[in-house]
RNA sequence: UGCCGGAUGGUGUAAUGGUAGCACCGCAGACUCUGGAUCUGCUUGUCUAGGUUCGAAUCCUAGUCCGGCAACCA
């Protein structure tokens, strides 16, 4: 086990995996595989069973195999798949030389079928879709075996030959597996294993018309590339016995093991590729990568860092439970790792201007000030400074309360790395709304007991960039409990999206697009990798700082 | 009411017959050139009922509740 993974609390896969590899099954090795069907983008389910699938192989010494699963060409396509490699290695993970298509098995899968037959294991049936609804009877009772179930061997290996020539029209024949149709688990009562589908492969292009189901491809794949364990999510615990049933009846010598896990569900959002790919179509986000998603490019372009959704993905664990992980949980690992490596800078979101009256004229013009505090070797930048600078408007109240610490008339605070700022007079236009402060400076060589630091940025030379505040896309926690009438797209939050125009220092036009700042007292900021211009970046917000005064507010 | 799986604080997750712990959230305080970070402390939990045992979250029995399964989807 690495270094970095020894002090992880354990878990029940990685526990049988340690277990097989003392007891020296499979000579020792693990083999593990990503199987995503390239039929949408990736999204942080996804990571969470990336990095166990990735996790685990690496921790154990092993390999794991990126595979397409690709055996339904209907919603599938090359964008997918290329996206799909794109965001795995952005999540960190390498899968060396082992890429591989279900595709690149069709011809093996065939020869495997034509063994089945002969074995007397599969024939080729005739009933129709809605015959075969009432052959297959329902869960609590038996059902009744196919008229085709007893056809000779040869007769359904010459179907098989004649349904993959495209003799016949789609979905007329089938090839079944001939296990036991009175099985309390349906999907061995005589499952399909091919189908006839006239459609374009992505990959292939139209070379077949034939293509093998998902239970019966899958445990071939897995069988052919030496994969030892093969996690994957519940949902296909019930297949679990088909799988089985199909690398044990074909032969294959050691045979991986499927083992599942829950899936990763989390709060204010949706984790289905179906809702997902309606959301982009319906125009409700901006795309795939649409920094309110939680796909992983829309995580990437909203600022998540990879090495936070890995350690969120190793904070939910893994169990058999399906739970609901409180969004909160990635938001303070995302924090967590930006507070390390985001770099400081300053900006005012709603600005109040600040005339500083007895500015002396050797007065700095500028001060360096900690790119990152918690970082020392991150260095300092410098920021002009004038007689005149922008505050935050809220950082000044006329009347106080008192456990409001910041500017107010005849009170001082610090000015962030520029001395202390003491208001002295408060101007307002004809409606009484303030519109200017004036003030006093003094360096921070003279230590004024004040009780706030507020940010600034000199009125001259701020930069008016472009920002993006982003919140949880939908207004309820749990999008699965709502009602049954209901549809998901309800409960969208309108105020998911607000633009905002920000005065930033001036440094800040040299931010490299997709670069993450933390614009101070504010939150974590990046600069959008798509629309930001050299010169003018325009900025997504990642997560909001904590602030423990608003919610001190909010609670009155 | 068939099959498979699951239930530990508000959330997630440990403890595999021997002091129910950790993280997030929340609350309180300390500290702080970010009302951030950091540090300290606190509230809250073994689905129910029986049983085995000196001792049960853990083992047994019976229930309850929740999820998945009846695509020629994955």
Request: charge should be negative; aromatic fraction near 10%; glycine fraction near 6%.
């Amino acid at each position: 086990m690495s270094e970095e993974t020894k002090d992880r609390p354990s878990h029940f896969i990685r526990d049988m995996i340690a277990a097989d590899v003392a007891a020296g099954k499979n000579g020792g090795q693990v083999v593990t595989r990503f199987p995503p069907e390239p039929n949408g983008y990736l999204h942080i389910g996804h990571a969470k069973a990336i990095c166990i699938d990735f996790g685990m192989a690496q921790e154990f010494g092993g390999r794991c195999h990126l595979r397409m699963d690709d055996t339904n060409p209907a919603k599938e396509s090359m964008e997918y798949v290329e996206n799909i490699q794109r965001d795995i290695r952005w999540l960190g993970f390498d899968w060396g030389d082992h890429f591989y298509y279900s595709a690149d098995y069709f011809e093996r899968m065939v020869e495997c079928a034509v063994k089945l037959i002969r074995m007397d294991m599969a024939y080729v049936c005739e009933l129709t879709q809605e015959q075969w609804k009432d052959y297959r009877g329902i869960p609590t009772q038996p059902g009744r075996e196919s008229p085709f179930r007893n056809r000779p061997a040869e007769e359904s290996v010459a179907l098989f030959a004649r349904m993959r020539a495209g003799v016949f029209p789609d979905g007329s024949l089938c090839l079944r597996a001939k296990i036991d149709m009175a099985s309390p688990n349906l999907h061995l009562r005589d499952p399909v294993l091919y189908r006839i589908l006239r459609m374009p492969h992505y990959l292939t292009g139209d070379a077949w018309v034939i293509y093998p189901t998902y239970d019966y491809a899958h445990p071939i794949e897995d069988a052919i590339e030496g994969v030892t364990h093969s996690l994957c999510t519940l949902e296909f615990e019930v297949h679990r016995p088909l799988y089985d049933w199909v690398v044990q009846t074909l032969g294959f010598d050691p045979v991986p093991r499927q083992t599942e896990f829950a899936r990763l569900n989390l709060t204010y959002t949706v984790m289905s590729k179906r809702k997902l790919l309606e959301l982009v179509q319906g125009g409700q986000v901006a795309g795939w990568d649409d920094p309110r998603m939680p796909t992983l490019c829309g995580m990437r372009r909203r600022g998540y860092p990879p090495a936070a959704v890995r350690a969120f993905c190793d904070a939910v664990g893994v169990t058999k439970y399906e739970s609901l992980t409180d969004v909160a949980l990635l938001e303070h690992c995302v924090r967590d790792e930006l507070n390390r490596t985001a770099t400081r800078r300053m900006a005012v979101f709603d600005p109040l201007k600040v005339v500083i009256d007895n500015l002396p004229a050797d007065a700095p013009a500028a001060f360096g000030i900690p790119n990152n505090p918690e970082d020392p070797a991150a260095g300092t930048r410098e920021v002009p400074f004038g007689r005149t600078i922008l505050i935050e408007r809220e950082d000044f109240m006329e009347e106080p309360p008192k456990d409001f610490f910041r500017l107010a008339p005849g009170r001082a605070v610090r000015l962030r790395g520029a001395g202390f700022l003491t208001c002295t007079e408060v101007v307002k236009d004809a409606s009484g709304r303030v519109v200017e402060l004036h003030g006093t400076w003094q360096p921070m060589t003279e230590k004024v007991k004040v009780k706030a630091t507020i940010h600034w940025v000199p009125e001259a030379g701020a930069r008016q960039v472009e920002v993006r505040l982003y919140d949880r896309l939908f207004r309820v926690e749990d999008l699965s409990a709502t009602p049954e009438e209901s549809d998901y797209r309800d409960f969208l939050n309108p105020d998911s999206l607000k633009t905002v125009t920000a005065f930033a220092e001036p440094s800040i036009a040299g931010a490299q697009p997709g670069a993450a700042f933390q614009f101070e007292r504010i939150g974590y900021f990046c600069a959008d990798e798509k629309d930001s211009k050299p010169g003018a970046p325009v900025f997504n917000r990642t997560v909001t700082l904590k602030d423990a005064y608003a919610k001190a507010q909010g609670r009155r």
